[in-house]
C-alpha cells in the first residue's frame, strides 16, 4: 500500500473493523512534530500489542495551542505523509475538533469513537492518562501502557531537544 493510500479520514475509520474483521485494531495519538527514533520505537511497541495500528495525528491548531505559537515545526499533512509512511503504521488519521478534557485537549475524540479499537496504546508517563482511561471505560475500549524507553544503543531524545538544538546553532 503507498502511504498515501494509508491517510484515512474520520469518516472511514469505522469500516476498517470491517475490513481488518478477526484483527486486534490499535490506536495511539500524539503531535508527532519532529519524528525521531523514540516515535520509531514507540510505532514499534505497538505492532507488537496489535495487529493494526491506527495513528491520530494532533493538528496544527492543537500542536500550538498545546506547545506554543511556533509549532508546529512541520504541517500537518507533511507530518501525515510521514507517519504514513513508516512501516509499523497501518493507518493515519487527523485529529478533529478539540475537546476539553483536564489537563489538556484531547483532538481524537470523534476517531477513537467511529473506530471503537480494540486497544488503546499510550505511554506510561502520558500526562493525561487518569481521563484518558476514564475516556475508554467509557468507549468500552481498553488501555496498554507502554515503557517510554529506547534500546540502549539509542540515545533518548525529544522533538523538543531537537528543536532546540537546532534553534541553538
Known amino acids: 500500500m503507498k502511504s498515501f493510500d494509508k491517510i484515512i479520514e474520520t469518516k472511514n475509520l469505522a469500516s476498517l473493523g470491517e475490513k481488518h474483521k478477526g484483527k486486534k485494531i490499535g490506536f495511539c495519538s500524539g503531535c508527532f512534530d519532529v519524528l525521531h527514533s523514540g516515535h520509531a520505537v514507540f510505532f514499534e511497541q505497538c505492532k507488537e500489542i496489535a495487529d493494526i495500528l491506527v495513528v491520530s495525528l494532533g493538528s496544527d491548531s492543537i500542536l500550538a495551542a498545546l506547545k506554543g505559537v511556533e509549532r508546529p515545526v512541520n504541517p500537518e499533512k507533511n507530518r501525515l505523509y510521514l507517519l504514513a509512511s513508516m512501516g509499523n503504521v497501518d493507518y493515519v488519521v487527523l485529529g478533529g475538533e478539540a475537546k476539553d478534557i483536564k489537563p489538556g485537549k484531547i483532538d481524537f475524540y470523534e476517531n477513537i469513537k467511529a473506530l471503537k479499537p480494540d486497544i488503546f496504546i499510550l505511554n506510561d508517563d502520558d500526562s493525561g492518562l487518569e481521563q484518558k482511561k476514564k ?35
Open 135 to 169: 475516556l475508554c471505560q467509557e468507549l468500552g475500549v481498553s488501555i496498554k501502557l507502554v515503557k517510554r524507553e529506547v534500546p540502549e544503543f539509542l540515545k533518548k531524545i525529544s522533538s523538543t531537544e531537537i528543536i532546540n538544538k537546532i534553534k541553538s546553532i
